[in-house]
């Protein structure tokens, strides 16, 4: 199983972003899918999770400003984040099944 994350950057506080994670190798649909973060000093964190059914559950830091949601024909998940603020600075991370995980995306929230 492949997963490549995208669509991190640099954002002033307020702003938003979307990430995309792009999976391979695998039939995407049968796993639980998921965005988690590490932020500078921390330990990695779930930040949303959806099923294949689509039934989510979101950290409840995020859960006003962030929708994740999948597309099972393209292997895609995506993570809307609106109203960034400086902590959720961190790397994100797409992972499938909690078993495998894409490489990462810096979002850093900064004016």
């Known amino acids: 199983v492949q997963l490549v994350e995208s669509g991190g950057g640099l954002v002033q506080p307020g702003g938003s972003l979307r990430l995309s994670c792009a999976a391979s190798?695998?039939?995407?649909?049968?796993?639980?899918m998921a965005w988690y973060r590490q932020g500078p000093g921390k330990s990695r964190e779930l930040v949303a999770s959806?099923?294949?059914?689509?039934?989510?559950n979101y950290a409840p830091s995020v859960s006003d400003r962030f929708t994740i949601s999948r597309d099972n024909m393209a292997n895609r998940m995506y993570l809307q984040m609106t109203s960034l603020l400086p902590e959720d600075t961190a790397v994100y991370y797409c992972?499938?099944?909690?078993?495998?995980w894409g490489q990462g995306t810096q979002v850093t929230v900064s004016s």
């Open positions: 992972s499938a099944g909690d078993t495998w």
């Open positions: 190798g695998t039939s995407f649909v049968i796993y639980l």
């Open positions: 959806i099923t294949s059914q689509g039934h989510i």
